[in-house]
């Protein structure tokens, strides 16, 4: 079910209907998107194409016995294998500012539009995905610990994509995934345990996105040096 719930954001909603009995699954997800403005995606295009040789100088985020891509099986030799090594939102660039903040704007607008309380503090990790022809992004989620919160992803430079959100309990029913299509300048925010994948990327110009994890929990902040306040 979509809701237009502001002419801002469309928020997607994954809801159960009435159970029948108290074993009857039950489910209540959320997906929200809006766009981002006054943001000069061609510039960021170039500057993180700049920055790819320099990220890909830092270690990978695990060790042998895990995937480092965060099992979006873009490999070791991605910008996304380094993702806990790096938060694209302590660079210095003027659409970066622009960005950081339309993250908190959306994440207060969607708790307000869900009538939920908006915590005064929240943390965030972000990083660059640079995709070359013929890669795609494999099913995967931003994780399943207790602090798990929102996840997100904005689309910088893409070309005849899609991002699929899929609901957790009717995973294998494929009439119950969200497409949300890439354009550029789109800004998807969701439950951090929710599985989404891509299509394949099929042109020559790379497709680059962001993506990141929002917590509440300050002690994020000793584990995870490269979170920050936002």
């Given amino acids: 079910m979509v809701q237009n719930l502001d002419k801002n954001i469309k928020i997607i909603h994954f809801k159960n209907e009435e159970k ?3 074993f009857s699954l039950e489910w209540n997800y959320f997906i929200f998107e ?4 006054k943001i000069d ?4 295009s170039k500057f ?8 890909l100088k830092l270690p990978t985020s695990f060790d042998s016995t895990r995937q480092s891509d965060g099992l979006t099986g ?3 030799n991605s910008t996304t294998a380094r993702f806990k090594h790096y938060n694209v939102l302590n660079w210095k660039n003027k659409n970066i500012v622009l960005i950081k903040k339309a993250i908190r704007m ?6 307000n539009q869900l009538n939920l309380p908006v ?6 990790q972000c990083w660059v995905n640079i995709m070359n022809k013929g ?3 494999k099913c995967h989620s931003h994780g399943y610990t207790p602090n798990i919160y929102l996840g997100g992803h904005i689309c910088v430079q893409c070309d005849n994509t899609s991002t699929y959100y899929v609901n957790p309990v009717q995973q294998l029913d494929i009439a119950y995934t969200y497409k949300s299509k890439n354009e550029i300048g789109k800004i998807t925010m969701f439950q951090g345990h929710l599985p989404h994948y891509t299509d394949e990327h099929n042109t020559e110009k790379e497709r680059i996105t962001l993506a990141f994890d929002i917590v509440t929990d300050p002690n994020v902040l000793i584990t995870d040096k490269h979170y920050i306040k936002i």
């Fill in 34 to 37: 809006s766009y981002l403005k």
């Fill in 48 to 55: 993180f194409l700049k920055k790819k040789k320099d990220i």
């Fill in 74 to 76: 873009l490999g070791n």
């Fill in 119 to 124: 915590p005064e503090e929240i943390y965030i």
């Fill in 135 to 137: 890669e795609k992004i």
């Fill in 20 to 22: 029948q009995n108290p």
């Fill in 41 to 44: 995606f061609k510039s960021l």
């Fill in 106 to 111: 959306l994440h207060n607008e969607a708790l």
